[in-house]
Each structure stands twice: as C-alpha cells, then as structure tokens.
C-alpha cells in the first residue's frame, strides 16, 4: 500500500541521513542500475490497469443531463 511504501522510504531516508550526513535517497539508485528501469515498467502497469467506473464516466461525459 501507499502508507507502507512511505514508510519504508522514510526509514530509508532516515537511516542514510544517520550513516551519511549530506546524501540523500538518489545515492541508493546508484547501487540498483536496473531501478529507473523497474520504475518505468511499474508506471506504466499502472498506467494499463482498467478502472471500469472511469470508462463508463467517459461514456457518459457527453451525455445530456436530464
């Protein structure tokens, strides 16, 4: 979920700023070559993901309001 991904980044964070004053989160990147690749695919799966309640909006977007 979201709250736990912002967790666990913020313990990332937290714990690279207590072992290496100055340097931020884009230093762990550095050690994952594939990460903006990983990035990338994961958006655009989420990108690919159908939510049927928007597809029918879009249907009815145009409609007349009676």
């Known amino acids: 979920s979201t709250g736990i991904a912002k967790g666990m980044s913020e ?3 937290h714990g690279i700023e207590y072992g290496k ?3 931020g989160l884009e ?3 550095a050690y994952d070559l ?3 690749n990983k990035y990338l695919q ?7 993901l159908k939510y049927p ?3 029918q909006l879009e249907i009815l977007k145009d409609a007349p309001i009676e």
């Open 11 to 13: 313990v990332l964070a």
């Open 21 to 23: 004053v100055g340097r």
């Open 27 to 29: 230093v762990v990147e």
């Open 34 to 36: 594939e990460a903006n």
């Open 42 to 48: 994961e958006l655009q799966e989420l990108k690919d």
């Open 53 to 55: 309640i928007v597809d």
